[in-house]
C-alpha cells in the first residue's frame, strides 16, 4: 500500500498501514479502509467512523470526523434565549438540591446531636453506622430491630430541627425562576421524609419536585445513585449529565460529579474548602446567584 500524506488542521502527518494520530483523532489504515477513533475509544474494539479510503475524499473525511467528534464541554446553553454567547452547549434538563444546608439553612448541631446518640465519633458516617447494624433482631424494650432504634434516635433529632428550620437567602427567587424558565426540580437529601415535607409546605408552597429522594433510598449518597434514579424517572437516556446538583457537602459533590452532572456549592463559613475540590464545578454563596450563571450559560471550569 502507497504512503500517503495527509494535512491535519495545522499539522501534517504521513501515515502508511497501522495506527497513527492527526489531532486529537487515532486512525488506521486496513487496505482501503480508514478507521477513525476518537481518543476515548483508543482501548474500544468498536471503531467511532469507518471510511472508505479515497485519496481525493480523505481530506474531508479527517475534517468532518473532528468537527463532529470533538468532545463537548461539560456545560449547559444559557436559559436566556437572547443570550448565545454558548453555541453547541445543551439545554439543562433538571435541577437537583440538597435540603438541610441547601434549601434550609444548615444547623449543624444536629448532626452533633445524631452522633451522640448513636454513640459514635465525628469521623463515622451516620447512615453508614445505622445501615451496618442489625436488622433482623428484635430489641425486646423496643419491639423493633436495632437499626431501626437507631434510624428513630436520629428522626427524633430531625423533628427537633424542624421547629427551626428558616428558609435559605433567594430559595423563592430561584424555585420562582426555574419555574419560569421550565426547569424541572428533584430532591435527594440524606434526610427521611417530614423535614422535606415541612420545607416545602412552609417555605415553598406551590413548587412541584419530582422525584424527591429520600433516606428511604439507598445506597445514599456519595453515591450517584439516587441522581440517577432521578435522571431515569424524569426520562433522561444520558445519566446525569442533563443536571445540576446544588448542595453543601462532599456527599452532594462527589455524588453529583460521579452521575455526571455539574455541581454547584452553596457556600457557608463551614464547608468553603469544598469550592476548591475537584468534585466543585461552580461555587455560590446564595441560591439566587444561580440565576445569573443560568441566564448566561454555565460551562465547567474542569472539563
Known amino acids: 500500500m502507497p504512503i500517503t500524506r495527509l494535512r491535519c488542521h495545522s ?3 504521513v501515515v502508511s498501514t497501522g495506527a497513527s494520530f492527526c489531532g486529537n483523532f487515532r486512525y ?4 482501503q479502509r480508514l478507521t477513525f477513533r476518537h481518543p476515548s475509544n483508543y482501548n474500544s474494539n468498536k471503531p467511532r467512523l469507518i471510511y472508505n479510503y479515497n485519496h481525493n475524499s480523505l481530506f474531508h473525511s479527517v475534517r468532518t470526523a473532528m468537527a463532529t467528534n470533538t468532545p463537548q464541554p461539560r456545560g449547559f446553553a444559557p436559559l436566556n434565549p437572547q443570550n448565545s454567547n454558548a453555541p453547541g452547549l445543551p439545554a439543562l434538563k433538571a435541577v437537583v438540591f440538597d435540603v438541610d444546608g441547601t434549601l434550609c439553612l444548615p444547623q449543624s448541631w444536629m448532626f452533633a446531636e445524631m452522633r451522640r446518640q448513636l454513640g459514635i465519633t465525628k469521623g463515622t ?3 453508614d453506622h445505622i445501615l451496618s447494624l442489625p436488622d433482623d433482631n428484635v430489641v425486646e424494650s423496643k419491639g423493633v430491630s436495632e437499626q431501626e432504634v437507631a434510624f428513630e434516635k ?3 433529632v430531625e423533628r427537633q430541627a424542624m421547629g427551626e428550620m428558616k428558609p435559605q437567602e433567594g430559595l ?3 424555585m420562582d425562576y426555574l419555574d419560569g424558565r421550565g426547569v424541572r ?3 435527594c437529601t440524606r434526610n427521611f421524609d417530614a423535614p422535606v415535607e415541612h420545607l416545602i409546605t412552609n417555605f415553598i408552597t406551590g413548587h412541584e419536585f419530582y422525584p424527591i429522594i429520600t433516606r428511604d433510598f439507598k445506597p445514599p449518597k456519595p453515591s450517584p445513585a439516587g441522581i440517577l ?3 431515569g424517572k424524569l426520562g ?4 446525569g449529565s442533563s443536571l445540576i446538583m446544588v448542595g453543601d457537602s462532599l456527599d452532594d459533590m462527589a455524588a453529583g460529579r460521579k452521575a455526571g452532572a455539574l455541581t454547584v456549592l452553596l457556600a457557608n463559613d463551614e464547608n468553603q474548602a469544598l469550592g476548591t475540590h475537584e468534585y466543585t464545578d461552580f461555587s455560590v454563596k446564595k441560591l439566587s446567584d444561580l440565576i445569573e450563571l443560568l441566564e448566561n450559560g454555565i460551562v465547567a471550569r474542569r472539563q
Not at 28 to 31: H, M
Open 11 to 13: 499539522a501534517r502527518t
Open 185 to 187: 426540580k428533584a430532591i
Open 28 to 31: 488506521r489504515f486496513t487496505s
Open 154 to 156: 436520629i428522626r427524633g
Open 236 to 239: 433522561l437516556e444520558d445519566g
Open 125 to 127: 458516617d451516620i447512615l
Open 172 to 174: 423563592v427567587e430561584l
Open 229 to 231: 434514579h432521578i435522571a
